[in-house]
Every structure is written in structure tokens, then in C-alpha cells.
């Protein structure tokens, strides 16, 4: 079912990029309709949020809508950090930053970051790929954004600071 959702994702986010294309022929065209932001309550539960957790995952098969303590929407987790203060809003800049870019999406999903979002009694759960630019976002609302590649490098800096396992690519 997943997958099935994903795919319609995709040409969803397709088709804006495929007219512009065919229509035009201009590349920078095509470029800005690689963008889906975040739905807005997603954004408001990130830019406001108490508690923040960045996962590192090991991608495969697809995502569900529970989590356990060893399992990030179906995805194993290796392992997570809580980064406070300056990092965790370096973090949601860098997120922002490539959910701003935006990429042609992929139709592979290997996820192997997670950003758990908690204000109030409200969590967001973003499950990552960006290496196929895909954000799985889970909670009142499921969604699908897409991502550059662009965030990936400063998420892992993160977690190894935290001396945390990354996935293997």
C-alpha cells in the first residue's frame, strides 16, 4: 500500500515538471516544480517544537504508520540524538534549505534519516531518502515532500557527533 501511495506521490509531483518541460523546453522551469513543501502544521510542530529527535535508519521495504523502540515507521533504527539549542535549529534550517531546492525525485526509497518532532501532544515523524529526495512525513496529516541531497552531509555530521551509527549507502 506504500508504495502504491509513493508511486502516485511521484507522478503527482511529475506531471507539473513534465508539462513544464514539454511545454517550454527550459530546464529552470522544470527545476522549481521539483518543490513540495511541508504541509503548514507540519512546518508550525517543527519551528515550535519541545523535543526533537534525529534517527539514523537502515532504508528498505516500506514505511507503516507505527514506530517502536526499534522501529522508525518500519525502518530499523541504528540509532538516535536529541540535539538541543543551536544544532537542532542548524538541523531544521538545513532541512528547510532542501525541501526549499528541491530535486527530481527518484522512485527508489532507502531512508536513513528520521527527524521525530514532539509540541504539546502533537508528533511529526519524517522519514528521509535523500537519496531519492523523498520525506515520508507521518502524523494528524501523512503527506509526501520532497528534498535535494544537499541536507544529508550536515545530518550525518549530527550523528556521528553523537557517536551514532550511520546506515550504510
Known sequence: ????????????????????????????????????????????????TERLILLSIEGGGDGVPESTETSFHGFKILGKTEPAGNEQQQLLRELYKGI??????????????G??????SETVDLV?????AHIEV????????????????HFNAVLNRAGVP???P
Open 1 to 48: 500500500m506504500q508504495t502504491f501511495r509513493r508511486v502516485v506521490a511521484l507522478l503527482v509531483a511529475l506531471v507539473p515538471a513534465v508539462a513544464v518541460v514539454g511545454c517550454s523546453g527550459e530546464r529552470n522551469k522544470a527545476a522549481s516544480s521539483w518543490k513540495k513543501p511541508l504541509p503548514t502544521e507540519v512546518r508550525s510542530i517543527l519551528d515550535g
Open 100 to 113: 526549499e531546492q528541491g530535486s527530481s525525485p527518484k522512485s527508489c526509497f532507502e531512508p536513513r534519516h
Open 115 to 120: 527527524i521525530s518532532a514532539t509540541r504539546g
Open 128 to 132: 528521509i531518502c535523500f537519496e531519492c
Open 138 to 153: 507521518w502524523g494528524r496529516q501523512e503527506s509526501l515532500s520532497l528534498t535535494s541531497a544537499a541536507p544529508a552531509d
Open 166 to 168: 550511520l546506515a550504510k
